[in-house]
């Protein structure tokens, strides 16, 4: 059975700040995607990553996939207070399993 | 709006009733989804659709649960004799179906409250 694991769960970090979330998948997937989930609101596709060594950047926001390790790493860099939600990463294709999810609380 | 829409956003109801929830696809998309939502966890999915055929349901999706896209458009999920368990949100998504990376794009959810 497939199982997406990321951590850290819940991450508190300064303005100005870099740092990342990872997701570790179980078994082989041919895709892989992030998603950001602010509270009550639904999920916003950010990223769909689909090969090894794949990298896609969107503002301070950078998604890479390493399909050998069955990882994926979201790296936020010089963080500001709007990018506090929760975000998500899901493996599968038309099924898609995600992960816990990753809390992150940008302090100005 | 041309996104995801789902109706109603909130439902409250008591234990033992039946729910009805809708969603309304983007209107070139095939695929049809519906995933649950518990407080502090991610969506876990419940069945698909493509067109009008329901290809999946989840281990999630027990007797009391009722999946339906009728025309390949619109989809109608029912919970029938609704317990305290069933509390979450119901969010839908649809893809086009095609394509290698068939994104899904998810709605507003419904959110359910049974007392």
């Known amino acids: 059975e497939l199982k997406v694991e990321q951590n850290p769960l819940f991450l508190s970090m300064q303005e100005g700040k870099n740092y990342t979330i990872y997701c570790n998948y179980s078994?082989?997937?041919?895709?892989l995607y992030w998603y950001r989930q602010d509270p009550g609101k639904s999920l916003e596709s950010l990223f769909v990553l689909l090969s090894n060594g794949a990298v896609k950047q969107e503002g301070r926001l950078m998604a890479s996939l390493d399909t050998k390790a069955r990882l994926s790493t979201l790296h936020i860099t010089a963080a500001v207070h709007d990018l506090s939600a929760t975000y998500f990463c899901a493996v599968g294709t038309y099924k898609y399993i995600f992960g816990t999810g990753t809390r992150l609380k940008v302090l100005a | 709006d041309t996104g995801v829409s789902q109706d109603p956003r909130h439902k409250i109801t008591k234990r033992g009733q039946n729910v009805t929830f809708r969603c309304d696809p983007i209107s070139e998309h095939n695929r049809l989804y519906w995933y649950r939502q518990t407080l502090g966890q991610g969506p876990e999915f419940l069945t698909y659709?493509?067109?009008?055929?329901?290809?999946?349901k989840s281990r999630l999706l027990s007797d009391r649960f009722s999946a339906e896209r009728p025309k390949g458009s619109f989809s109608t999920l029912e919970i029938q004799r609704t317990e305290q368990g069933d509390s979450a949100m119901y969010l839908c998504?649809?893809?086009?179906?095609?394509?290698?990376?068939?994104?899904?794009?998810f709605g507003p959810g419904t959110r359910l409250t049974v007392l």
């Open positions: 998504a649809s893809s086009l179906g095609t394509g290698v990376t068939d994104t899904q794009y």
């Open positions: 659709f493509q067109n009008e055929a329901q290809l999946e």
């Open positions: 078994t082989t997937s041919d895709r």
